[in-house]
């Protein structure tokens, strides 16, 4: 990368699609232009005589500058996916064990985008655009959704009564905003995929059935959610590749799937930038705090003692999907469960999850909680 | 998947012909699968360089709207609910600790998994599903057995507890309700296939408005199929594995069955220690209770099956047994809309004799 | 993939899967010249893997019968059960527990710690089973599995003296059919009638059991297979705990498999050890839970006292409840006491 002394602080970190569009103005005229080449990026110095041209002609006006900065404002999501700002484009996969409310963390989600800003005079904060939703888990529970939704719905007009994370009383009220709902469970698309085939000849076809969709709904696509991306791993795993003459042929082995799979993302991305949840799940060990804890230290019985190492847990994530799709995602939170009644004192039904960002390393653990009415922040 | 020139058979879209095929051939894609792990855009590059390009595009399109038809619907989330409303309706097990778990019963659509250690009352509580469901709803039940503990002695208790009545009345009302439980033996993991394979293709032919719908599918137990083929390095086992369950929840889905389905679990703590020295001390039962439950929530229980299992059943419920009683504590490890820890005391009926 | 989940070879399997044939229906109408021509194999093989095709239930001739081929339905089940037949224990309280005795068609399995009388168990039932039908037996042949060599010639002859003895007593009414008896029923003939097999490591054993199908379908006779005992082999220095469960569990399937089909009682007889659980020594059964799924009942030996006792662990149709035993010079019998009830548990 090109520099001179003393230009140090233009390298900062920023968010690669400001870098591209931006320039970097300079005392003597001259600028420095970033470029990508193949996913490197860096910055060369332009020289005077078509810097000053340049200058001048500008660049953009400040309409065009308002409509870019609002269009590409990270989305403002729910806990716990508030800590990192997501932009379209990115990816982000959710790991965790099963069962860690992966799948509740993408309702929600997808709940804040099929909303809509305003409606009634009441402000949702929604982003009112559609969600595809490939269920390659099969385990996607609609009537949990729809709850979720009237939920949510009732909380932004302060509708909920008591505490917020009860099952309140939803059918008496909720007449008045039957067309919001329907409105808004139409913007929900969903598919199922039982095998790797499936799952390929939907991606294959999908755009034709985006553009329906936004023909149909006059708005375009948000979120993309995949769950969960390792659903087929074990399957696809055991089909060894087998080449049968030519070589020039593509087994159906995981890495080659994978790869047709970003591929077409990618693709498509190109035309509709979307943001991508996948959720994962964890292969080994149960997940839980204290049987990490345990399997580093042996079987250490004493439960004051597992307190104390809380503090000092290593991470425990390990990955195993290949380098193909590692390398796609972007953005990677871990979900743990957290044993908080180790000794057996609670007798409530807690759900309670702990979750780091792993990617950006935040090195952080927070701790939410699943209720009826959906998932809250315990600080 | 068919080979390109097999798509005729198909009769969804006319034959591509053999000028796509040869070229299709030149770049390694001989059947459908080679056809979706290729880039379609990369291909019509290709293609436009053809002479007879507009042919070539043909073919591409023919199988593309072929690979439109090979997977299932879009569905939005309106048509998601009215399907759910309409066909998955709630299944009573009979027994009234369970149901009031479950906020009803065993759901329709979904797959249920009972995990307990050895000799704790799963196949009671299956045994009371079947004859609850033939009994109050006429429909017709599965079971596949693994271990040869079904037992038609019992199911004619349990339908003689429901409705006390029946056994004044003639013979004939238990035989057609025992009618409807079919039971089949299965004891690896391809006859378990064979046998899923054939359920689907019979239900899929049968009448909609037929009488005995089957409405439960019960699986007593899918460890002892699954155990043998699973462990060491091949991903084979564990392949199977997650097949099964795949398979499971499709008939589940399309066909509108419960699937309930027993795992043998691997506590940490055993109950089987009952004669100590021949003392059957009520303390000594007493403490095995208890060492069994505490610090015991869910993360002492080693998966029965690994880690892979645990994401596949839409629900799954612990049962464990008092020592030496018919008392009986289901909670829930895994709910869709549920807390985990949520249990229940029951007893299981026990004849007199 | 449908194709996965047939029992061929993994080459087999992915030469399948690189040609395309995913699915059995694209295998139903192909000829085996095509096949061998596309999966670059010989034509004998082709033809094998379509014949593994052809088997499945979706082909084969079923006329809309039943949902699913090979069900039965429980009542069919239900009245079957009442003319299924119960080997005796010779002892009045067990069978009672056992609804009668040991039952066909099913595995149970005996466990107790070393001493308690499961070999004994084990002798009588194979002699038990070979009583005549006019006695009340099954009239058929035992098949005994020895792992440990606990198996003593000389005490099976007492015991089939003793069983003998007691039948006789049954029949002392016509006197004239005594000597006919006599002659025909010796102790030698009950010895010839137990196929004893000997298995000196788990892979002989596994041999041994692989090959009960044939034997049994060759001896169609044959009313109950006895393993002494079971886990003999499996316990020492089993390294690789994984493929330990791998086994048993196969072994496992099969001995159901054998019981179902052609109604045998299995009786596996099963060591019990002391295992260090929460800061304390306590009785479990060998091989613990990778096993327990592997008997339909299961029955357990201790002492209560000076007494022996039964003790039904798990049964899908028996109450939970012990009755005392003895074991005496003749083989197993009642214990001679003065309340004889049956201890509820």
Redesign the interface.
């Known amino acids: 990368m090109a520099t001179s002394n003393g230009q140090n602080d233009a390298f900062k970190i920023i968010d690669l699609q400001i870098m591209v569009e931006s320039k970097w103005l300079q005392s003597d005229g001259g600028y420095f232009r970033p470029f990508t080449r193949k996913n490197k990026c860096g910055v060369g110095r332009v020289t005077m005589t078509n810097a000053a041209k340049s200058w001048i002609h500008g660049d953009e006006s400040a309409k065009q500058i308002l409509a870019r900065v609002a269009r590409k404002r990270p989305f403002l999501l729910r806990p716990p996916l508030h800590r990192v700002p997501l932009r379209v484009g990115n990816v982000v996969e959710i790991v965790g ?3 860690s409310a992966k799948t509740h963390v993408l309702m929600q989600a997808a709940i804040s985008c ?1 909303l809509p800003k305003d409606w009634k005079g009441i402000h949702y904060g929604g982003l009112e655009c559609l969600v595809m939703y490939f269920d390659l ?11 979720l939704l009237k939920h949510c719905i009732m909380d932004c007009n302060g509708l909920s009564n008591g505490n917020p994370k009860k099952h309140g009383i939803l059918s008496e009220s909720f007449h008045d905003f039957e067309d919001l709902f ?1 409105s ?12 790797s ?6 991606l ?2 999908f755009r ?2 985006l553009q329906k969709e936004n023909e149909k709904h006059g708005v375009g696509a948000s979120f993309l959610m995949i769950d ?1 991306i390792s ?2 791993y ?13 070589t ?5 082995s995981l890495s ?2 994978l790869e ?1 799979v970003v ?1 077409e993302i990618q ?1 498509l991305f190109k035309v509709q930038p979307m943001l991508l949840f996948a959720t994962k ?8 705090v ?2 990490e804890l345990k399997r580093n230290r042996g079987l250490s ?1 004493d ?1 004051s003692e597992l307190k104390v190492m809380r503090g000092f847990q290593k991470d425990a994530y390990r990955e195993y999907m290949p380098s193909i799709w590692q390398s796609f995602v972007t953005h990677r939170l871990h979900f743990q ?1 957290s ?1 908080e ?2 000794d ?1 004192s609670s007798c ?4 309670i999850f702990q979750f780091e960002w792993l990617l950006p390393s935040l090195n952080v653990f927070e701790k939410f909680e ?2 009826d009415a959906g998932i809250f922040m315990l600080t | 998947m068919p080979a390109l020139n097999g798509l005729e058979q198909e009769e969804v879209t006319a034959a591509p012909d053999s000028n796509f095929q040869r070229f299709c051939a030149a770049h390694g894609i001989l059947s459908v699968e080679d056809f979706l792990l290729h880039d379609v855009y990369a291909l019509v590059a290709l293609a436009e360089r053809e002479v007879n390009s507009e042919e070539l595009k043909q073919g591409i399109n023919q199988v593309l709207a072929f690979i439109d038809t090979q997977h299932k619907p879009w569905l939005n989330g309106l048509e998601l609910l009215e399907d759910a409303r309409q066909n998955k309706h709630l299944l009573p097990t009979g027994c009234q600790g369970l149901d009031l778990l479950l906020k009803g019963g065993l759901l329709e659509g979904q797959l249920t998994e009972l995990v307990g250690a050895s000799s704790c009352g799963k196949t009671q509580i299956c045994l009371l599903a079947a004859s609850n469901v033939t009994y109050k709803h006429m429909s017709s039940v599965v079971y596949l057995d693994t271990c040869n503990s079904f037992s038609p002695k019992r199911v004619a208790y349990f339908i003689g507890v429901l409705n006390p009545t029946l056994k004044q009345v003639r013979c004939g009302i238990l035989e057609r309700i025992m009618a409807n439980i079919l039971c089949k033996s299965v004891f690896n993991i391809f006859e378990l296939f064979d046998t899923l394979d054939q359920l689907q293709t019979k239900l899929r032919d049968q009448a909609r408005s037929s009488d005995h719908k089957v409405r439960l599918l019960v699986i007593d137990s899918i460890s002892s199929v699954i155990a043998p083929i699973l462990g060491g390095n091949m991903a084979y086992g564990r392949s199977l594995m997650i097949s099964a369950g795949f398979l499971l929840k499709r008939i589940a889905y399309e066909h509108n069955l419960s699937v309930l389905v027993i795992l043998v679990s691997s506590a940490y703590k055993e109950l089987i220690n009952k004669c100590i020295g021949g003392c059957l001390d009520e303390n000594v039962a007493a403490c095995v209770v208890t060492n069994h439950m505490v610090g015991g929530n869910v993360g002492s229980l080693k998966p029965a099956l690994g880690e892979s299992w645990k994401g596949v059943a839409h629900t799954r419920l612990l049962l464990s047994r008092v020592n030496r009683t018919n008392k009986c504590s289901i909670s829930v490890l895994k709910h869709p809309s549920m807390a985990r820890g949520n249990s229940v005391d029951f007893l299981i009926p026990e004849e007199n004799f | 993939m449908e194709v996965s989940g047939l029992p061929l070879s993994a080459s087999q399997r992915a030469k399948l899967a690189s040609a395309g044939y995913t699915t059995l229906s694209s295998l139903s109408s192909i000829s085996s010249q095509h096949l061998a021509r596309d999966l670059n194999v010989s034509n004998e093989e082709a033809l094998q893997i379509l014949n593994v095709v052809m088997r499945t239930g979706r082909f084969s001739d079923l006329a809309g019968a039943s949902i699913v081929a090979g069900a039965q339905s429980a009542w069919d089940m239900l009245l079957e059960e009442e003319h299924n037949k119960h080997i005796t224990t010779s002892c009045g309280d067990l069978d009672k527990i056992l609804g009668g005795g040991i039952s066909c068609k099913e595995v149970t399995e005996i466990g107790g710690i070393p001493g308690i009388g499961k070999t004994q168990l084990g002798i009588q039932l194979a002699i038990n089973v070979q009583i005549p039908f006019d006695y009340g037996g099954l009239g058929g042949k035992a098949i005994y599995i020895d792992t440990e060599g606990s198996f003593m010639a000389e005490r099976v002859f007492q015991v089939a003296e003793g069983c003998i003895e007691d039948m006789l007593k049954l029949n002392v009414s016509q006197l004239k059919d005594l000597e006919t008896l006599k002659e025909k029923m010796h102790p030698n003939t009950f010895l010839a009638n137990i196929f004893y097999f000997r298995a000196c490591s788990y892979t002989e054993q596994i041999a041994v059991i692989n090959h009960l199908e044939k034997f049994v379908s060759e001896h169609k006779d044959v009313r109950i297979v006895v393993i002494d005992s079971v886990t003999f082999h499996f316990r020492q220095d089993f390294e690789d705990m994984a493929l330990r469960t791998r086994l048993l569990s196969g072994m496992a399937s099969k001995l159901m498999k054998l019981a179902k089909q052609f109604s045998l009682a299995v009786v596996i007889l099963n060591q019990v050890t002391m295992k260090f659980i929460d800061g304390s020594f306590q009785l479990t059964l060998a091989l613990g839970d990778s096993w327990s799924h592997a008997c339909t009942n299961r029955v357990i030996l201790y002492w209560n006292g000076n007494e022996r006792h039964a003790y039904i662990d798990k049964s899908p149709s028996l109450r939970s409840q012990s009755a005392p035993y003895a074991v005496t010079s003749k083989g197993i019998r009642d214990v001679v006491s003065n309340c004889k009830r049956i201890r509820m548990m």
């Open positions: 064990p099963s069962p099929i888990d099969c385990r996607f529970d609609v009537e949990r959704f729809t709850e329907l808004c469970m139409r913007r929900f698309s969903y598919v199922r995929c039982y095998n085939l499936e799952f390929l000849s939907t294959k076809t034709c059935h969960s659903a087929f074990w399957t696809d795993r055991a089909t060894a590749p087998f080449p049968l003459g030519s020039v042929r593509k087994s159906f080659n799937v047709t591929q693709r799940a964890t292969i080994s060990g149960d997940g839980s204290t049987s019985k439960v469960v044993d009644d180790l057996g409530e039904n807690k759900s699943v209720a």
